[in-house]
Nanobody, 116 residues
Framework: QVQLVESGGGLVQAGGSLRLSCAAP????????AHWYRQAPGLVRELVAS???????YLHDSVKGRFTISRDNDKNMVYLQMDSLKPEDTAAYYC??????????WGRGTQVTVSS
């Protein structure tokens, strides 16, 4: 069964940091782009960051200069380092892999709550 497992979320004060991790099935991870999305209550899921198999990254304007996406191809892991967190970053965070043009089944996500 294909399974994405996110971890590392929690409650943090504004200005703090968290590092999210995502474990992906190896056969889908290698050679494919990886993405972090987030969804706040009542809002649609939005793309936060992406990284290609070769390490080229994209960051949403709202997180540029604060978030960093990285991957470890040996461990089939994707990371999202989040610094200078703001209350508006509060959301459930999900990772996913685009494989043959299709996303894998979504995992449970990890909740990030930033208090002011």
């Amino acid at each position: 069964q294909v399974q994405l497992v996110e971890s590392g979320g929690g409650l943090v004060q504004a200005g703090g940091s968290l590092r999210l991790s995502c474990a992906a099935p190896g056969r889908f991870f290698v050679g494919n782009d990886a993405h972090w999305y987030r969804q706040a209550p009542g809002l649609v899921r939005e793309l936060v960051a992406s990284i290609t198999s070769g390490g080229v990254t994209y960051l949403h304007d709202s997180v540029k200069g604060r978030f960093t996406i990285s991957r470890d191809n040996d461990k089939n892991m994707v990371y999202l380092q989040m610094d200078s967190l703001k209350p508006e970053d509060t959301a459930a965070y999900y990772c996913n892999i685009l494989h043959d043009g299709v996303f894998l089944p979504w995992g449970r996500g990890t909740q990030v709550t930033v208090s002011s």
